[in-house]
């Protein structure tokens, strides 16, 4: 005997295939990217964390300069300049999490399979930070 999903079942995949494309959309280069310059690029969370380490080590040992790899350029900055791209860059990353973490819980309170299929997660999120 062939399982009819039940109403509740196709709303709970309706409700998994949306979360699912929501989390592709935030890790994909709409969400996680910022320009420098012309050229786009991300730093993911562990190496924002290191580069800020290491920016403060130079900040703190006087050194007027640092090089910050973006990719396969490297751009000479001063260790002042790098923490603040990383406090920015932070903020935006944490600005676009909350945003996909409240679509997220917005998908899952919806009551029926249009609403969910309807629903634009694409909305709502920080402009890309350009540098």
């Known amino acids: 005997v062939k399982h009819v999903p039940t109403a509740e ?3 709970e995949r309706a409700k998994l295939k949306k979360v699912a494309a929501i989390k592709a959309h935030d890790t994909s280069s709409a969400v996680n990217s910022f320009y420098y310059g012309d050229v786009e690029y991300w730093l993911d969370r562990d190496t924002r964390v290191s580069v ?5 080590i130079m900040k703190e040992m006087g050194r007027e ?6 990719g396969d350029v490297n751009v000479t900055l ?5 923490l603040h791209m990383l406090a920015v860059l932070e903020v935006y990353a944490l600005e ?6 409240k679509h997220i819980s917005t ?3 919806l009551a029926t399979i249009e609403e969910v299929e309807a ?5 709502g999120y920080p402009e890309i930070v350009r540098f």
């Open 9 to 11: 079942e196709l709303l």
């Open 52 to 56: 800020r380490s290491t920016a403060e």
């Open 65 to 70: 300069t640092m090089t910050l790899w973006l």
């Open 78 to 82: 001063t260790p002042a300049e790098v």
């Open 96 to 101: 676009c999490y909350n945003t996909t973490a």
């Open 107 to 109: 998908v899952n309170a």
């Open 119 to 123: 629903y634009d997660y694409r909305t």
